[in-house]
T-cell receptor, first 115, second 118 residues
């Protein structure tokens, strides 16, 4: 079974500081990995995904993540936090072996940005 | 990108009544749809996988007689919460998979439905 672990349920950074949200996965095969953002009372918005190819993935709003197989990690980063980045972030994993395998989500990390 | 809609976006009902939530894929056909449930400040938990024209597959611990799922067409799946009780109050999110032959089948999410049972 696949799973993801997000380290830190709450991360607080100052505006303009580096954002680092951690995600480690467990999978018997190289997985597909995703980061989603959720604003209060809204659905999920895809930030970025890794399926195959380049391990450094760039997403929307200046976010990027790097797939590191040796560390089983897919950490999300952004060089400079903005107030609008305050939200809940979810890491998710899916298996490439079956087209009908649903996404499995981590518990989420709430990002606060301090002015 | 592909768009998934949900209706209603929020609903308040009395205990004992049934509530139907619709999930539609607006610009693509989805043979597979998923229903998730999210409690406040928690992650999304998969409730069931719905395939067009067949019975839904429920996750362990999810009562299939309480959460009725129908996927009658390639663009519509419905979740009916029967005899709702306050503990059923939650944020329900549907997701639809865009089938790409030979490629990755991305999962697109609806905006969610907030259910409050009084």
């Amino acid at each position: 079974a696949q799973s993801v672990t997000q380290l830190g349920s709450h991360v607080s950074v100052s505006e303009g500081a580096l954002v680092l949200l951690r995600c480690n996965y467990s999978s018997s095969v190289p997985p597909y990995l995703f980061w989603y953002v959720q604003y209060p009372n809204q659905g999920l918005q895809l930030l970025l995904k890794y399926t195959t190819g380049a391990t450094l993935v760039k997403g929307i709003n200046g976010f990027e993540a790097e797939f590191k197989k040796s560390e089983t990690s897919f950490h999300l980063t952004k060089p400079s936090a903005h107030m609008s980045d305050a939200a809940e972030y979810f890491c998710a994993v899916s298996s490439p072996l079956s087209g009908n395998t649903p996404l499995v989500f981590g518990k989420g990390t709430r990002l606060s940005v301090i002015a | 990108g592909a768009v998934v809609s949900q209706h209603p976006s929020w609903v308040i009902c009395k205990s004992g009544t049934s509530v139907k939530i619709e999930c539609r894929s607006l610009d693509f056909q989805a043979t597979t749809m998923f229903w998730y449930r999210q409690f406040p400040k928690q992650s999304l938990m998969l409730m069931a996988t719905s395939n067009e024209g067949s019975k839904a597959t429920y996750e362990q611990g999810v009562e299939k007689d309480k959460f009725l799922i129908n996927h009658a067409s390639l663009t519509l799946s419905t979740l009916t919460v029967t005899s709702a009780h306050p503990e059923d109050s939650s944020f329900y999110i549907c997701s639809a998979r865009d089938q790409v032959a030979g490629g990755y089948n991305e999962q697109f999410f609806g905006p969610g439905t907030r259910l409050t049972v009084l």
